[in-house]
Structure formats: structure tokens, C-alpha cells
């Protein structure tokens, strides 16, 4: 395989998901909440499974209802058996008696040593949830990529389904590296945390290692470690200075893909495969980790679960002018006021601060060098 040097977002994206392989397995319905449907789901059962009441009441013939009123109740007897002006007490939800078709509110009825007075006429069907009215046989209830809420979780379980096939959460493994981790006690690595929240909020199952010091056979072993994950990632040491150790790795171990990207914070962000499992090379400063990971790790999660991508995005009025490097996509920081995006920073990929104090961030694409002040711009909410 070609390795590209400094690709475009989308030429990145695009060779990524040529390397990426979804796979399927069996879930329990507790399990499959934001999952992606592998299957199609056809019911082999009625919901409700007979004619139900609706309400608490009185199950009756509505024909021997009619002309019922507050003025004129309808007399009947109070019987377990429904038949010729008979009246069966039901609950909610119970099966309707073979004979009665409707229900009387109990509220609309008065009882009496073993009679009942009827107010209200009723007509057929009358307060009662037939057979197959929320779910037929043979019915489609879910196609193939479908995204399962709880309410679907529950209709499941209402069909006597137990388990599902669905497109795996992947599994995520974080190695952060930087020998001044390790040496100074004052340095806290927070990026394998941050990842670690965001990957675990996008669906998949991350799992943090010790952090790596800059050694090559240490972060070769801990590769070697993670093959058992779904995805790889490696936070630091992608840029080509002496300590940025992953690239000659993945050229021992792996095989390497692409080596930059055309992206301000975001630039030394890397990827390849180790024994089919996609690696990430993540930049070690904050801002440029998070940004990549917004771009490329949820991209891959999502793909990998077979699901959409929804961002919460709003239009608003740029109070400032912004610049960027032509040919590279530009994350700008804004703060949201009153459909007003005031820019905080473009550049700055260590200023962890400065996405605190932001709502989201604007994208200025790779063919423009900047967006002058009171254009409309779309913000991305970073949550």
C-alpha cells in the first residue's frame, strides 16, 4: 500500500474506512440500547396476543348498551360469563370474555346486590385493545440498520425476543505515551481520560493503559497488547521529532497508511493497520488530540456500529474575522451570545482552557483562508 504524507480530512476518512471491518455479534436487549440492528425483525406474534379490555369496567354486548343514559341506565346482571344483558368486571389489560365485545367505564356504572345500572351506551369495540393491534404476524418491526432506543428494547421484549443481532461496539484500546509522564509528578496525562469519556459516549468500550515512556520496544509491546481490541489507539509521539517513536513502529509491526493531515490543531495525526486492526496516531497536545478524535476515532466507531453521525449544530453571526492556512481545514473555538459566535482561538493546540470556555467550534474548509466578521457560520457543539 501507498503511504501518503499530509492528506485532506476526506482522503484520510476515506482510507480509513477501506481498512475498517464491522462485525456482528449477539447481544442481550439489556445490552443493544444504541446498538445497530444486524438483523431484520418480523414479528411471529399478535400484540396484544387476544382482544383485551382497554379499561376497568365492565365487559358487555354493546347492542344491549344502546339507548343507555343518566336518565334511563340499562339494567344487567353481574356474571362471570358474558352474554344477553350480562356484565363480566374487567381490568385493564385483561382478555375480553368470548361473548363481549366492549367495555363500560366503571365509572359509568352503578352496582347493586349483584346488578349494575349502565349510563353510558357503548358501540363494538368500544374500549377494547384488539388482537394484533399494536403488532400483526409477519410484520416488519425493524429493517436491518436500524438504531435501537428503549422503547424498541421493549417491543422486543413484548415479542419474546431475548437476544439480537447487532453491529459490535468496538473495543477501544487508549496508550498514551510521553516519557515526562513518568518523570515528573507535577505533568498529569489527561487525554486517555478525555478519549476514554468521549469513545465510551459514541458507543464504544474503551479500555486506558499505563502510560508508555519513549521507548520503542515498550510502545511496540503495548501494539502488540492491543491487538485484541477492536481499535487502536496511540496518543503522542506522532509527529517526526526524536522522541515520536509510533511511525517507525507501525512500519515494523504494521502497516503504515497516511502520516499527516491537512487539519489546524490536528496536523501530526497518523493511522495504519497492525494485523487488521485500525491504529490511530492521536497528537499529544490536547486541543489537536481532541479534534482528531471528533474527526477520525468517532468516524470510526460510528462506522464500525453501522450508525449515522448527528451533530448539534446552529447557525450564527461571526462577531470576528477568523484566518487560516490555505489547504488546511481550520477548527476555530467559538463561545455562543445570543446567535452570536465569538471566536476564541484558531490556533493554540495546548490551550485545553480555551475549549472549556467554548460551546463548539467552526470548521473553515481547506479552500478558504478565513471567514470575515458578520458571515453566518455553522456551530458545532463539541457535546
Known amino acids: 500500500m501507498e503511504i501518503k504524507e499530509t492528506v485532506k480530512v476526506e482522503e484520510a476518512l476515506k482510507l480509513i ?29 399478535n400484540i396484544p396476543p387476544f382482544d383485551r379490555s382497554a379499561m376497568d369496567g365492565f365487559a358487555v354486548r354493546a347492542s344491549d348498551t344502546y339507548g343507555a343514559s343518566h336518565n334511563s341506565p340499562v339494567l344487567m346482571e353481574i356474571s362471570e360469563i358474558a352474554g344477553e344483558m350480562k356484565a363480566v368486571p374487567v381490568n385493564t389489560g385483561e382478555k375480553l370474555p368470548d361473548g363481549a365485545d366492549a367495555v363500560v367505564l366503571v365509572e359509568d356504572t352503578v352496582q347493586m346486590n349483584g346488578k349494575v345500572e349502565i349510563y353510558s351506551e357503548v358501540h363494538p369495540g368500544k374500549n377494547v385493545a384488539r388482537r394484533g393491534e399494536d403488532v400483526e404476524i409477519g410484520e416488519t418491526i425493524f429493517e436491518i440498520s436500524h438504531v435501537l432506543r428503549a422503547p424498541d428494547i421493549a417491543l422486543l421484549k413484548a415479542l419474546g425476543i431475548e437476544e439480537v443481532s ?3 461496539r468496538p473495543r477501544v484500546a487508549i496508550i498514551p505515551t510521553g516519557e515526562e509522564f513518568k518523570k515528573d509528578s507535577e505533568i498529569r496525562e489527561t487525554n486517555s481520560l478525555m478519549l476514554s469519556i468521549l469513545a465510551r459516549k459514541w458507543g464504544g468500550i474503551p479500555e486506558i493503559y499505563p502510560v508508555v515512556g519513549d521507548d520503542k520496544k515498550e510502545l511496540k509491546e503495548a501494539i ?8 487502536i489507539t496511540v496518543i503522542g509521539g506522532t509527529s517526526a521529532g526524536r522522541r515520536d517513536l509510533l511511525w517507525n513502529v507501525l512500519e515494523e509491526i504494521g502497516t503504515p497508511v497516511f502520516r499527516g493531515v491537512a487539519m489546524s490543531p490536528g496536523r501530526p495525526t497518523l493511522f495504519g493497520v497492525v494485523e487488521g486492526k485500525p491504529l490511530l496516531g492521536l497528537p499529544g497536545y490536547p486541543v489537536a488530540c481532541l479534534m482528531a478524535s471528533i474527526t477520525f476515532l468517532k468516524e470510526i466507531i460510528f462506522k464500525l456500529m453501522n450508525k449515522p453521525i448527528e451533530e448539534r449544530i446552529v447557525k450564527a453571526r461571526l462577531l470576528t474575522s477568523v484566518t487560516s492556512k490555505a489547504g488546511y481545514r481550520t477548527f476555530t473555538r467559538v463561545k455562543l451570545r445570543h446567535s452570536t459566535a465569538i471566536p476564541l482561538m484558531t490556533h493554540g493546540s495546548g490551550i485545553l482552557s480555551s475549549v472549556t470556555k467554548a460551546d463548539g467550534y467552526i470548521i473553515v474548509p481547506e479552500e478558504l483562508e478565513g471567514i470575515e466578521r458578520d458571515e453566518i457560520v455553522e456551530v458545532r457543539f463539541f457535546e
Not at 471491518?21 to 440492528?37: F, Y
Not at 502488540?224 to 481499535?231: G, P, Q, T, V
Request: glycine residues 2%.
Open 224 to 231: 502488540l497488547h492491543a491487538r485484541e481490541f477492536d481499535i
Open 17 to 45: 474506512f477501506e481498512n475498517l471491518n464491522p462485525s456482528i455479534q449477539k447481544v442481550r436487549l439489556e445490552d443493544a440500547v444504541g446498538c445497530t440492528l444486524a438483523e431484520e425483525i418480523i414479528s411471529d406474534v
Open 166 to 168: 447487532v453491529f459490535k
